[in-house]
């Protein structure tokens, strides 16, 4: 490796930056190779991660790696750095391509030597390179296809065009979140939101699964979002879904949780509608019907017009502490035994994985394909876990 100063490594970075804001998404690796090449960092291979979260495909090729049984794959699941010796003797260095907190895939150096400040270097370009994927994936169809393996009915790119990042997230709380099936999606959705003071949370499940479902969640995520943004209370906001679905789609209604956690204070207040209730693991124990109040009718419910007002619950929760929220296509789905996975099998199965110090989002991937592979891949209804994590607040 060639040595390179600090002076040419900034001009070159901002070279790069400047040029990448003009380059189209298929001309991404080849930027970053040209530029990589002239601080000494050797090629450069960019991997985005399919829907499903089970393969990582080249932006620049054909080339497929798994996410479970490959260096790169660890990466991925770990979002930390894993570095191999390849058979020429050089090394293979591979860092997490990562949208903040949210995982999109890995890149991948192949270097001589490494060093701290050759490393620093890799982070900034990645860092860089996924502001640039996050931002043209937008408007990039190619973008899109990479993430994908196979073909999406409808309703699905309906409800996957309106979807949040699968994990949001800083050092105080989390939020992630996983949808399945990934291209037959009928009504269920999931949002979640940040801002300096509160963490936003919303799962939904509409009835049926055509387009009319699909509409219906898609009126709502709107609705969630509009009300939020202008600073709606979680009744409001409910009673702003409850108001447009009778008014634009009578027929249809959906169930749903939606919440927001205080990130100082770590103090949760959710409505439900209609939905299963959520649960709350502390110390890898579940609390029993800590967060489980007295059901309400879904959203949309024409009884609802008449006066009557939705009920805001509270709880104070402890740093650490999990809440889950999730559809019924979840505990419904069936075991290799016949039986259904239920809420003690779900639960155990997140235990385990974050017991064992698996990421959050790690978490809730291995969970879901799990429960595809005791299906074979074809789920009776749409599941969809989102899991909101609050950590020790910062020290004022």
Known sequence: MKDRSSDDYEHVLHAFIAEVHSTVPTDLPHLVNQHAVRVGLGSVDVYLVDL????????????????DGSLAGRSFRSAALQVEKTDAGTLSIWLPLLDGVDRLGVVGFHVETLDSVLLQ?????????AMALTSKRAFSDRLVQQARTGTMSLPAEMLRALLAPRTIGDGRAISTAVLEPAYELGG?????????STLHAVILDSMGHNLASGLTTAIAVAGCRSARRKGSGLVELVRTIDETLAEWLPEQFCTGVVMQLDLVSGVLSWVNSGHPP????RDDQVLESALEFAGEPPMGTPGLLGGARRTMHEIA???GDRVILYTDGVTEARLASGSQLGLAGFTASIIRATAAGELAAEALRQLIHAILEHQNGRLRDDATILMLEWRKPHAV
């Open 188 to 196: 269920d959705a999931f949002d979640h939101a940040l801002t300096e």
């Open 52 to 67: 499903q979260q089970r393969q990582l495909a080249q932006l620049s090729g054909q080339r497929v790696l798994p996410v």
């Open 121 to 129: 270097r890799c982070a900034a370009l990645v860092s860089v390179l």
């Open 317 to 319: 929760l402890e740093p």
């Open 278 to 281: 959520p649960l709350l693991i």
